[in-house]
């Protein structure tokens, strides 16, 4: 069955701290994979997406991330979170085969700051 | 570009009533996909066009219909709503590569 899992259903730390995301899909053909950030009442942003070659992918406002094709994990990082990076955050996977265009999300990171 | 754009925001309803959302894709898309957003279920695919044709379809009733023009613009429906249709929609373009922007989203509020 094609699922995204986010084990962390809320994460808190502090400004100017480092952060990881994790994520582990499972899919059984070749993925392209999403990391997705959601402000209250908005819609979803993109911050960066893997579809091949390197497998540490950088992102806008200094988000990264690493697939790990062994551990079926897609983990996001970010070296010193900031205020405004509070906020929801999902993982998603879909198809390389471009037959579709539709995303299985995970249930999503909520990310709190604290000064 | 404009982004992509959905209307109206916000939508109040009462049971047994349909509602129509509106989808602008952003210029030259062709594909649109609907997602349906829940605090209990989170982010559901709905379904996706590409070129006017319906081109997957999510795990939802036949209450929830969609379609798309020769613009691009999509729009979807959902016929005798329930309590359990309040939701926040949204709907994503592509181009290729499955990268997809999202609209705002409309938030559906059931009564």
């Known amino acids: 069955a094609q699922s995204v899992t986010q084990p962390d259903i809320h994460i808190t730390v502090s400004e100017g701290a480092s952060l990881e995301l994790r994520c582990n899909y499972s899919?059984?053909?070749?993925?392209?994979l999403f990391w997705y950030v959601q402000s209250p009442g908005q819609g979803l942003q993109l911050l960066l997406k893997y579809f091949s070659g390197d497998t540490l992918v950088q992102g806008i406002k200094g988000f990264e991330a690493e697939f790990k094709r062994s551990q079926s994990s897609f983990n996001l990082r970010k070296p010193s979170v900031h205020w405004s990076d509070a906020a929801e955050y999902f993982c998603?996977?879909?198809?390389?085969?471009?037959?579709?265009?539709?995303?299985?999300f995970g249930t999503g990171t909520l990310l709190a700051v604290q000064p | 570009k404009a982004g992509v754009t959905q209307t109206p925001r916000y939508l109040i309803k009462t049971r047994g009533q349909q509602v129509t959302l509106s989808c602008s894709p952003i210029?030259?898309?062709?594909?649109v996909s609907w997602y349906q957003q829940t605090p209990g279920q989170g982010l559901q695919f709905l379904f996706e066009y590409f070129s006017e044709t319906q081109r997957n379809k999510g795990n939802f009733p036949g209450r929830f219909s969609g379609r798309q023009f020769s613009n691009s613009r999509s729009e979807m429906n959902v016929s005798t709503l329930e309590l359990g249709d309040s939701a926040l929609y949204l709907c994503a373009s592509s181009d290729r590569d499955n990268e997809q922007f999202f609209g705002p989203g409309t938030r559906l509020t059931v009564l």
């Open positions: 899919y059984g053909a070749t993925p392209y």
């Open positions: 210029s030259g898309h062709r594909s």
């Open positions: 998603a996977v879909g198809a390389a085969s471009g037959a579709t265009n539709k995303l299985i």
